[in-house]
């Protein structure tokens, strides 16, 4: 977004931390088609402090990667086991630039698929995560109803199909969720990622997608997904608190959800 946009999304995110009965809050409306949906909401009480069209379904792109969190979470996996990539995790978009065969942990493949957001390693993890690729479908399915985004569906993991679908309020649901992992929390947050291929040697260093979150001096980043397909424009979620003298202030935690913004910046400057 515009840091036009940007201002006017955490000047309204930081009055409501600072008085949530703001009363301006209710009356900030996006211009210019800025996005399609958004919501700010309280973790924990599910109190919504700003919404606009929290309902409407919107294509959820690589947010689609937080219910393939909660869904391989579930499986309780072991992280440090060895795995291979393989080329039928191959369906285009970012992906992770390693060969068929690839040797990793699975704790490499979630840290790609939540940190840089790479759709072969979402693609594996749900190959790994369950009897089928269906199964884990539907895995995802019911962890994301079960955690309170009932009107989300999902087709695949990785949200390369405009199909998988949110809404701004179910997306806060489910990121309240997967953040609450540690695993997920580092992975989201985590400035950048290094892994070695095992049965090559190669080296490899992802960077995170959250990076303006993470630079940002104001807040500090609980977690946090981006996502893009040309249907949906660019998404974001990110769990935030203020920084007050230099510390985080966890009274005052929220999460933001943009959907649909026209840039990259207008995802995040909102």
């Not at 895995?139 to 998988?164: C, D, I, L, W």
């Not at 989201?188 to 990076?211: D, L, M, P």
């Not at 660019?234 to 920084?243: H, I, K, Q, R, W």
Request: no cysteine.
């Amino acid at each position: 977004m515009s840091i036009r946009a940007y201002t006017k999304i955490f000047m309204l995110v930081f009055a409501l931390l600072v008085s949530p009965s703001f009363v301006h809050a209710q009356t900030f409306v996006p211009e210019n088609n800025e996005f399609v949906s958004a919501v700010i909401m309280q973790p924990d009480t599910h109190k919504i402090l700003w919404s606009f069209k929290p309902d409407t379904p919107h294509p959820a792109a690589s947010l689609s990667k937080l219910a393939t969190a909660l869904a391989f979470l579930d499986s309780n996996p072991s992280w440090d086991k060895l795995v291979k990539l393989s080329s039928v995790d191959e369906v285009g978009g970012g992906r992770l630039r390693v060969a068929d065969g690839a040797m990793v942990s699975l704790r490499d493949l979630f840290y790609s698929a939540l940190t840089s957001s790479a759709n072969n390693a979402a693609m594996a993890l749900g190959r790994l995560g369950s009897s089928s690729m269906a199964a884990f479908v539907a895995q995802m399915n019911a962890e994301a109803k079960r955690v309170g985004a009932t009107h989300s569906v999902f087709y695949e993991p990785a949200g390369m199909n405009p199909k998988n679908t949110v809404t701004a309020y179910d997306v806060a649901r489910l990121a309240e969720a997967v953040f609450k992992n540690q695993i997920a929390h580092s992975a989201s947050t985590i400035s950048q990622y290094a892994f070695t291929v095992r049965n090559t040697g190669e080296y490899h260093v992802i960077q995170n997608t959250n990076k303006p979150f993470l630079q940002d001096p104001d807040v500090w980043l609980l977690g946090g997904k981006t996502g893009f397909l040309y249907e949906s424009k660019y998404n974001l979620v990110a769990e935030l608190e203020p920084l007050v003298q230099g510390k985080p202030d966890p009274s005052r935690k929220v999460i933001v959800v943009v959907l649909g913004s026209d840039t990259y910046d207008k995802s995040f400057n909102s």
